[in-house]
């Protein structure tokens, strides 16, 4: 399949410009490019679309920009907002970009020889006066054709909201950079998701506009989960891809839980598997969707693109602990992406040494077991698990011996009621 053909097939593409020449335009290699404004210091989840768009791109031989958004961010874009952005200072844009630039690394590849992904900063090349850009820019631009841009129009026909100069002056600035970037590195498409539209065909006529060229566009869609609900985000929050702010366990655990419905789109949407080794997974999610196969290929591909290869072994044997998995050197750092999953209670290190607590007495301070005597009910039912043993015997005692890492103890009963005891 050509670029274009894949992308449909795999239900990437919203609207383009000219889907004929576009077609043809691609069918040799060029430059195309992506913007991500550094409003927070990591990407998301919803940020892998067009990210791994552009690697998909490059893969076939396209040069591949990916411009961070030193100027832009600093206004703010208000598509898709319904609220006004709050501005950030420089300092916090820098480190943004930063954070954000060794993200794109990870992703893009910088380093072979034919086409070169390229990192750039909108930043070194918006700078122009006030009274050059209004001359230069700003003419070319009708405020009849602005104010029909979705992105605008839906944000001043809340009276109570509105838009301000700034934010709408926003769409000049992405239009600059298409034409500075087809200007000086003959770049000739621009992608981004489909509430970037305005902004992108805004690009292609200033760049035909001022350049004389002809360049193109294409969107992505937004991405929506069966449900209704805005993908990327969980009760905690957005799904991060530094893993400071949402750990690799929580990131495979968000693509392994991902609705049933949803599997098989995302299977397309946010890995490079092939055609033939996702209808072989869909097949087998249509034959028996409870073993869970089109997740578990999904979960680990997204997390070994993000985090690589050993950190979603990690994340899968944490997962794997939950699920009775043996505790037999497992790495600490892999046990501590558990401990925050689970209820925890803190025991004084001191009742552990010698002879111990009795179990009985334990499972009751663990908040499992209503009674010592319903303990012992459990644990010669067989229903009490330590460290993922199965425990037979009601006179049983936890000591210091018990503790993994000289800290926790992981207490369980039944199938799912998990309880990590840490020694204080």
């Given at each position: 399949m050509s670029i274009l053909e894949e992308l449909k097939w795999r239900g990437l593409v919203a609207d383009c410009t000219d889907a004929a020449e576009l077609a043809k335009k691609i069918s040799?290699?060029?430059t195309l490019y992506c913007g991500f404004d550094p409003t927070a210091d990591s990407l998301h989840a919803g940020n892998l679309v067009p990210l791994l768009a552009l690697r998909r791109f490059?893969?076939?031989?396209?040069?591949?920009?990916?411009?961070?958004?030193?100027?832009?961010?600093?206004?703010?874009?208000?598509?898709?907002?319904?609220?006004?952005?709050?501005?950030?200072?420089?300092?916090v844009l820098d480190r943004n970009i930063a954070c954000v630039k060794v993200q794109l690394a990870k992703l893009l590849d910088f380093e072979t020889k034919q086409n070169p992904a390229r990192l750039m900063d909108n930043a070194d090349w918006t700078k122009l006066t006030y009274l050059?850009?209004?001359?230069?820019?700003?003419?070319?631009?009708?405020?009849?054709?602005?104010?029909?841009?979705e992105s605008v129009?839906?944000?001043?026909?809340?009276?109570?909201?509105?838009?301000?100069?700034?934010?709408?002056?926003?769409?000049?600035?992405?239009?600059?950079?298409?034409?500075?970037?087809?200007?000086?590195?003959?770049?000739e498409l621009q992608i981004g998701g489909s509430d970037q539209w305005g902004n992108i065909t805004a690009g292609i006529e200033l760049t035909r506009k001022k350049l004389g060229k002809t360049v193109y566009g294409l969107t992505l869609p937004l991405?929506?989960?069966?449900?209704?609900?805005?993908?990327?985000?969980?009760?905690?929050?957005?799904?991060?891809?530094d893993p400071n702010r949402t750990s690799v366990y929580k990131f495979y655990q968000f693509w392994i839980n991902t609705d049933d419905r949803d599997a098989i789109r995302y299977l397309k949407f946010f890995t490079f598997l092939s055609k033939e080794e996702i209808e072989a997974l869909e097949k087998k999610h249509a034959e028996n969707p409870g073993a869970r196969e089109a997740h578990k290929a999904l979960a680990r591909a997204a997390t070994d693109l993000v985090?690589?290869?050993?950190?979603?072994?990690?994340?899968?044997?944490?997962?794997?602990?939950?699920?009775?998995?043996?505790?037999?050197?497992?790495?600490?750092?892999?046990?501590?992406?558990?401990?925050?999953?689970?209820p925890t209670k803190e025991i004084e290190k001191s009742k552990l040494e010698g002879a111990g607590l009795p179990l009985v007495e334990v499972l009751v301070h663990a908040g499992l077991c209503?009674?010592?005597?319903?303990?012992?009910?459990?644990?010669?039912?067989?229903g009490v698990n330590v460290n993922n043993v199965r425990e037979a015997s009601a006179t049983r005692a936890?000591?210091?011996?018990?503790l993994l890492f000289s800290r926790h103890v992981l207490l369980r009963k039944g199938k799912k009621n998990y309880v990590v005891v840490t020694a204080k």
């Open positions: 040799a290699p060029i490059q893969l076939l031989g396209h040069q591949p920009i990916a411009v961070a958004g030193g100027a832009t961010g600093s206004i703010g874009d208000p598509s898709g907002k319904t609220q006004e952005r709050q501005l950030l200072t420089k300092e050059d850009f209004l001359r230069d820019i700003g003419k070319h631009f009708s405020v009849n054709q602005m104010v029909a841009k129009r839906a944000r001043m026909e809340d009276r109570e909201a509105g838009i301000s100069y700034t934010e709408f002056s926003y769409m000049l600035l992405q239009a600059f950079d298409f034409m500075v970037l087809c200007r000086d590195h003959h770049c991405i929506t989960n069966a449900d209704g609900t805005k993908f990327g985000k969980t009760e905690a929050g957005a799904v991060w891809l985090h690589g290869p050993n950190a979603t072994l990690e994340a899968i044997r944490a997962s794997e602990i939950l699920f009775g998995g043996e505790l037999k050197g497992i790495a600490e750092s892999t046990f501590n992406e558990i401990v925050g999953e689970v209503p009674s010592k005597g319903q303990a012992r009910k459990d644990i010669e039912g067989g936890i000591t210091s011996n018990d």
